[in-house]
């Protein structure tokens, strides 16, 4: 199987990457079920890496439908170490406006529909997720956007990222008890994703894009789905460039990462006890602990 070392989600608007190269789609099976989409293996920037619609290229899984076990899973499968994901998000606070770029270093959870990790059936695992974004991979992150000098786009480093529900948007009483909160922007998907690579051992981190105002602002209803979806191509073409100076720079200098070494202390069952058909299931995150 082809190896990537580097694994990029893309959420809403960016659903490909025009710059990789040498491109071949990997159908992947996993114990969890089938991922959102095939992966797309190519080079980008002298590395093979895996990319992903999150949504699937069609854009046709609501958040809740999202196959995140078999999307991280698959990412593992391919040998991927850190996954980049960039997601469309809205902001809680006025500073943070539309097209802005945030690489958030908190979460804040108020999904209630989906499964968040790849334990249980005999198997019990308790992972520390006080950081839950990597600080060195999001640090790289945000040092290459600031190399890019992008017109007219402000990077806010850290922030707090609201992950309800959906597929509906916020009431404005929710919206102003997330802003009580401090927090920074809010989205559908990125803390189950990041749940789950801790878990996997692999170093994630957000890259989120500012599409609008959450409807706490007053100039919410002004807000139309073609500047949403204007908003969304720009940020494609910014998250593209970003994603692509990131991974020269991890490729440059693999950061050792707080997630790789995730599952060392968290399994509580021993493993010659647990049932053999669950670590089975597992056995790409545990083969090391075996």
Known sequence: MVEAKIGIIGGSGLYNMDALKDVKEVELETPFGSPSDAFIVGT??????A??????RNHHLLPSELPFCANIHGMKQLGVEYIISASAVGSLKEEVRPLDIVIPDQFIDRTKNRAATFFGDGIVAHIAFGDPV???LAEIVADAIASLEIPDIKLHR???YVCMEGPIFSTKAESNLYRSWDATIIGMT??????????????YATL???TDYDCWHEDHDSVT??????NLKHNAINAQKAIQETVKRINANPPESIAHSALQYAIFTPLDKAPETTKDKLSVFLKKYL
Not at 44 to 49: N, Q, Y
Not at 225 to 230: A, G, L, P, S
Request: glycine residues 10%; charged residues 25%.
């Open 134 to 136: 990597c600080p060195k």
């Open 51 to 56: 990319f992903l619609a999150r949504h699937g």
């Open 44 to 49: 980008l920037e002298g590395t093979t890496v």
């Open 158 to 160: 850290g922030g707090t």
């Open 208 to 210: 989120a894009l500012v």
């Open 225 to 230: 789905v073609e500047m949403i979806i204007d």
């Open 190 to 203: 990125n803390l189950t994703e990041a749940k789950l690579a801790r878990e996997a051992e692999i170093a």
